[in-house]
């Protein structure tokens, strides 16, 4: 024996492991991805089985790409992802920045913002469309229905009468609603992940080398300056961390799609999947493929994205 | 020009005042130089000259003008700080533009003033590096750059040197003076080291506890320490602090003598000890000596050649015309 096959040898259940656990269900989604299963058809009893007799070919993906929810589920994703990516840094920025400064209260204001990450997304989900959202009785309808009241109480009221009557009744935002789906998710995940980007954005804050603000100070540069050159700079990286890990989390949303639509106006690749999977299983595969290929383009995107301001 | 005035400074962090009313003049050129031991309140005195920390009262002048009030930007001063504090994500060349950059400076004068400030500091074949490919000298060069291309009225150095090691450190100090000798621009120079501030400074502040001990020339601090405080700190090896019947016989509390001061013999002389450790150095020799009354132990600068061991016995013999004698407060009597 060599002095390398024993170190193999000890190593390969392990590798074995890791193979059988990725490449077992990457292969029966492939498979299933190119013959026609699905779980109940009565004219065609023979396709509730699998089996390679029942053979499709590309048959499924072309059923998929043809399908009409599936580029509208592509953007969708890719526009759901990026703007909740825009506004978790941009407020994680913001909101860290404002806490790094020294005030009474700040660490229970710190639990406080950290706090809705430990929430879980179908009750995050739950709790915004209901109580939050809700046009009716949601704090937005409360909140529109009380304005609604105080503006046409003025309308009567001597002098200034005039100049509210000219304001037009508010009508809530229906977040159920085809247009609005989309957004409402944006919003609730937004909400539950900008801690987790204050919480890496803060401790990278506190490593910031306090002479270099000193020196910047001297050097003659206002708060926008030191921010422009000294700060962002410095949050390079914790910013590509911050998107990368996002993106993978996102790319796979479906709790709140589920809770707040039901998929209605606002789809995106694993809600096709699980809508697909209802009956039809070489369908839903194939859609799996397209997505592991989607979160490879974006995950060799994000790679070098990440590489490159770990470089400098 | 570059006079600075320190009226009646105070400095309080919460209840502590670390700075009590201060006093101090640094003329127009001078290479002031700010000693004394670690908390002693030497930075911060920087610090509130640069306007970094607000002076709880009193008044600090530039050329006559009252600049407490002034923003540091807009006070016409430039520091180097310890740790360089260079912009890790500029270039050499960014770095250096910085300050004109912020001042809208037309990009023809900051080539202009970047490319003599290189070449006076031998850094034109680093301009477009970034500080983490450069040595610790380097970097503090690039400090000195952006402090240069302002065109300050007076420098401001923050123990620029303690992160470099010791020959380098030797090196910079001499560049750092020569600095001096050219552009004849105030400098104010915070250091522990006092080696650093004699070979380097016009003018020596010695502080303690936020307390100015004393102010002068190098040598007159040497040959004239106002008190304990200051004569235990300047020179090297320590000078030593004698209280015994020794001091008494001349009319003092304490009598300090400094090793260089001493004669030394293996016959004769006036104090009698034996040799603790000897450090030999090549060109002197420090002889450490228990068994002298009121100071143990006693150092002894001898010439590099004598071979005194461990446990041999010695006679001393001060030289009476150096003896310093301070009264039973510390204070130097003439």
Same mark, same amino acid.
């Given at each position: ?275 697909? !999977?209802?009956?039809?299983?070489? !369908? ?29 | ?71 540091? @930007?807009?006070?016409? #001063? ?29 990009? $023809? ?44 009225? &007076?420098? #401001? ?10 020959? #380098? ?26 080696? $650093? ?9 010695? #502080? ?11 040598? $007159? ?9 200051? &004569?235990?700190?300047?020179? @090297? ?8 019947? $020794? ?59 004598? @071979? ?27």
């Amino acid at each position: 024996m060599s002095n390398r096959t024993l170190p193999r040898l000890l190593q390969s259940p392990a590798v074995l492991l890791l193979l059988v656990w990725m490449l077992i269900p990457l292969s029966m989604t492939l498979y299933f991805s190119f013959i026609r299963y699905v779980l109940n058809n009565l004219r065609r009893p023979e396709w509730t089985t699998p089996s390679l007799s029942n053979w499709r070919g590309f048959g499924n993906y072309e059923f998929v790409l043809n399908s009409k929810d599936f580029l509208f589920a592509i953007q969708n994703s890719l526009f759901i992802v990026c703007s909740i990516l825009f506004l978790t840094v941009s407020l994680g920025i913001l909101i860290a920045v404002l806490i790094n400064k020294t005030f009474p209260g700040q660490g229970i204001v710190r639990v406080l913002l950290i706090s809705p990450f430990f929430v879980m997304p179908a009750v995050n989900a739950v709790l915004w469309i209901n109580m939050i959202l809700d046009p009716v009785l949601g704090l937005q309808g409360i909140a529109v229905g009380g304005i609604n009241e105080v503006i046409s109480g003025l309308r009567d009221a001597p002098l200034i009468g005039w100049f509210f009557s000219l304001w037009p009744e508010l009508t809530p935002i229906s977040f159920r609603a085809t247009q609005t789906s989309a957004y409402a998710v944006i919003i609730m995940v937004t909400w539950q992940w900008t801690p987790f980007a204050i919480l890496i954005f803060m401790t990278s804050l506190q490593s910031e080398d306090q002479q270099q603000k000193e020196a910047a100070i001297l050097d003659g540069a206002s708060n926008w300056s030191m921010f422009r050159f000294l700060t962002l700079p410095h949050l390079g990286r914790p910013i590509a961390i911050v998107v990368m890990i996002q993106a993978i989390f996102h790319l796979s949303l479906y709790a709140e799609i589920e809770i707040v639509s039901r998929g209605n106006g606002n789809k995106n690749l694993p809600y096709l999947i699980g809508e697909f !999977a209802n009956n039809n299983i070489g !369908a839903a595969s194939a859609t799996g493929i397209f997505a592991v290929i989607l979160a490879n383009i974006v995950a060799i995107f994000l790679l070098r994205m990440v590489g490159k301001t770990l470089m400098e | 020009m570059g006079r600075i005035v320190l009226e009646k400074v105070t400095k309080n962090f919460g209840d502590t005042q670390v700075i009590p009313p201060l006093d101090l003049t640094i003329e127009d050129g001078e290479f002031a130089v700010f000693v004394g031991p670690s908390g002693c309140g030497k930075s911060t005195l920087l610090r509130l000259i640069a306007g970094l920390e607000e002076t709880t009262s009193g008044k600090v002048l530039i050329d006559d003008q009252d600049v407490t009030e002034i923003s540091p @930007s807009k006070r016409g #001063l430039s520091m180097v700080f310890q740790t360089y504090a260079l912009y890790p994500h500029m270039t050499v060349r960014k770095n250096i533009a910085f300050p004109m950059r912020m001042a809208g400076m037309s990009e $023809e004068e900051q080539n202009k003033r970047i490319n003599a400030a290189a070449e006076s500091l031998n850094l034109t074949d680093y301009l477009d590096r970034k500080p983490g490919q450069l040595s610790g000298g380097q970097r503090q060069r690039v400090a000195i750059g952006r402090a240069i291309v302002r065109d300050p009225s &007076a420098f #401001l150095f923050d123990e620029p040197l303690s992160n470099l090691d010791a020959a #380098l450190r030797v090196g910079m100090r001499l560049e750092i003076t020569e600095m001096h000798e050219r552009m004849q621009t105030t400098m104010i120079y915070v250091t522990h080291d006092q080696v $650093e501030a004699m070979t380097m400074a016009n003018k020596i502040v010695v #502080l303690q506890a936020g307390v100015i001990e004393q102010v002068g020339s190098p040598l $007159e601090l040497y040959h004239k320490p106002r008190n304990k405080f200051v &004569a235990g700190f300047i020179g @090297s090896p320590k000078m030593n602090l004698i209280e015994s019947d $020794e001091a008494k016989k001349h009319g003092a509390t304490t009598i300090g003598i400094r090793p260089e001061h001493i004669a030394v013999s293996d016959s004769d002389g006036i104090w009698k000890g034996t040799v603790g450790v000897a450090e030999h150095l090549g060109s002197d020799t420090f002889i450490h000596i228990h068994g002298i009354d009121g100071c143990d132990p006693l150092t002894v600068r001898a010439a590099g050649d004598v @071979s005194f061991k461990h446990g041999d016995t010695v006679y001393l013999t001060p030289d009476e015309t150096q003896i310093h004698k301070f009264d039973d407060m510390g204070l130097r009597i003439d």
